[in-house]
């Protein structure tokens, strides 16, 4: 499997300690633009990051070193990024660019940024066993496996993504993804009746 395409900017907001323990992904939006964001994380007193920051144009980074079998980025065991307080050692965080706090309509999510998006979730479920699912809704908080937004997550206060998130668009384009990825595991990953194992 070809790792999507994506370069690496250190964020130093991040933690070890025990290891990280993936079983899901988190979807958020950000505040500011993309390149505000990005710079945001950079900055230490921030104490906010996450692992990867997708544009409106397509356009990603990211900012957070994943756990093996992964390679990209400092492998110093800081893999938690700081997005989603207790969900830190167990959930991904993929932010997305919003230039305000929410999105107004469906239109705000533009096919280049959930294509790129998608793409990067569709590798984390493969390498990491994440199953391409929403378990929750937009008005449950509880621990999940599999994805959610930041306000699926328990002890937060976020509404991120918002109600105009196309859930079951972006799930199809990961699971589209996914398909492909699957004729080819990655190294260490085996495909085992449709599943995957590390």
């Not at 390149?35 to 692992?51: C, E, I, L, R, Y």
């Not at 893999?79 to 230039?99: D, L, P, Q, R, T």
């Not at 937009?138 to 859930?167: A, I, M, Q, S």
């Not at 589209?176 to 194992?197: K, Q």
Request: hydrophobic residues 30%.
């Amino acid at each position: 499997m070809t790792r999507p395409d994506v370069g690496y900017t250190n964020s130093p907001n991040r933690s070890g300690g025990t290891p990280m323990a993936p079983q899901g992904i988190v979807i958020h939006y950000t505040a500011g633009k993309y390149d505000g964001a990005v710079g945001w994380f950079q900055n230490p007193a921030a104490k906010v990051s996450a692992h990867f920051v997708v544009a409106r144009d397509g356009r990603r980074v990211q900012m957070v070193p994943l756990p093996d079998p992964d390679s990209e980025g400092p492998r110093d065991g800081k893999y938690k990024a700081w997005h989603c307080m207790g969900g830190n050692s167990v959930y991904f965080g993929i932010e997305h660019e919003f230039g305000y706090t929410g999105a107004t309509g469906a239109a705000d999510w533009t096919d280049e940024m959930l294509d790129s998006s998608a793409e990067l979730s569709a590798y984390l479920c493969s390498v990491y066993g994440i199953p391409v699912d929403r378990p929750l809704d937009e008005n449950t908080r509880d621990w999940f496996t599999g994805l959610g937004g930041h306000y699926n997550v328990p002890g937060n206060d976020h509404t991120d993504p918002g109600p105009y998130f196309p859930w079951d668009s972006y799930l199809d384009r990961v699971r589209g993804y996914s398909a492909r990825m699957l004729e080819s595991p990655p190294e260490g990953v085996f495909a085992i009746a449709g599943h995957r194992t590390l």
